[in-house]
Nanobody, 116 residues
């Protein structure tokens, strides 16, 4: 049972990145999925939430209008499209599965660096 994030990297301010979270060992179709991020020396903070059927989507105020979370239950994938990136978006981004009746799952994280 694991989540693997990919798509991080170095991008200039104003640029875009698309993060992908791939689940294995379980199906995400029954899990609420979220993205978090963590700055050095800080606790992880919420970024985005998507319900099982994508009917409810929520964002942290700091990313509203710039980031978009989506999921493809048939492919067991979750995405985070990040646009108009800012230097303050630099962080390690984590995928998280809330599986309700089973143990929650965290990914290992992917580094996003926004710098000229």
């Amino acid at each position: 049972v694991q989540l693997v994030e990919s798509g991080g990297g170095l991008v200039q301010p104003g640029g875009s990145l698309r993060l992908t979270c791939a689940a294995s060992g379980f199906t995400i179709s029954s899990a609420v999925m979220m993205w978090y991020r963590q700055y050095p020396g800080k606790e992880r903070e919420f970024v985005a939430y998507i319900s099982v059927n994508s009917g409810i989507i929520e964002y942290a105020d700091s990313v509203k209008g710039r980031f978009a979370i989506s999921r493809d239950n048939t492919k067991n994938l979750v995405y985070l499209q990040m646009n108009r990136l800012k230097s303050e978006d630099t962080a390690v981004y984590y995928c998280y599965a809330d599986r309700h009746v089973s143990a929650d799952v965290w990914g290992q994280g992917t580094q996003v660096t926004v710098s000229p």
